[in-house]
């Protein structure tokens, strides 16, 4: 019998991919002035009925934007009953859906208005019921209309260790994408 290897995933220090590693010709944006301000009020520029970041939204994620340093973006989540798969446990989904918010988060600092093309995830450690889920995104390049954004989820601080891991594309679209539908 041969002995466990540490599997690849994690052993990976980043989540993302060849897709959402920015080509070379990518760079890497101060915060929008507008941008930085608006983030003070981002409930009100989003209103508030977001299942990532509504405040009231009962059984919603209610990710608390925590602070930000430039394009770099803080938030937290406390994982809820209704936020579970196994028994206890987060739901993969959940924590894939919190790790989008504060990616666009960051997205949204470059300047302009994001949606998510492409999300990946890598999930290292479960994370239990009841506990605080802290974020980080930053923005590794922009290029184009497409901004590379990765981040992590830690528990039991800020400090702690991570348990998901995250990596996208988002795409910069005009406000009409978001009413157009409607
Ligand atoms: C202001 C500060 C306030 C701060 C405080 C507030 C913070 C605020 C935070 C909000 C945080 C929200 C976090 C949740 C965000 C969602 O959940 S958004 C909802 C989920 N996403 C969607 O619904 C998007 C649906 N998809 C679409 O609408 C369209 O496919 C898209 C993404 C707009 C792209 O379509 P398009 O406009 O026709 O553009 P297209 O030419 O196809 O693509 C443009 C480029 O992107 C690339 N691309 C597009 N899709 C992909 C993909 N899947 N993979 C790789 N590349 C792609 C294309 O290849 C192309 O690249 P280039 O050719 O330019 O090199």
Known sequence: MT???ESRSAKRTSAASEITTPPPGATVPAVDPAAGQE????????GNECFGCGP??????????????GTTAYGEIVVKREH???????????LATAMDEILGTSAWLTGGRYVTG????????????GSTLYLKAWCNGV?????????????GGPDGPVAVRAAAIF????????????
Do not use: C, N, W
Request: aromatic share 6%; net charge negative; glycine share 12%.
């Open 3 to 5: 002995a466990p290897t």
């Open 39 to 46: 983030y003070e009020l981002s409930d009100e520029v989003l």
């Open 56 to 69: 009231h939204v009962e059984h919603g994620l209610q990710m608390k934007r925590i602070g930000r340093d």
């Open 84 to 94: 579970q798969g196994a028994p206890g446990l987060a739901h993969g989904g959940i």
């Open 118 to 129: 492409r999300l990946e995830t890598d999930y290292l450690a479960p994370v239990p019921v």
């Open 143 to 155: 290029e184009g209309r497409k901004a590379y954004i990765e981040g992590e989820g830690r528990i």
């Open 171 to 182: 795409v910069r679209v005009p406000m009409e994408h978001f009413t157009k539908q409607r």
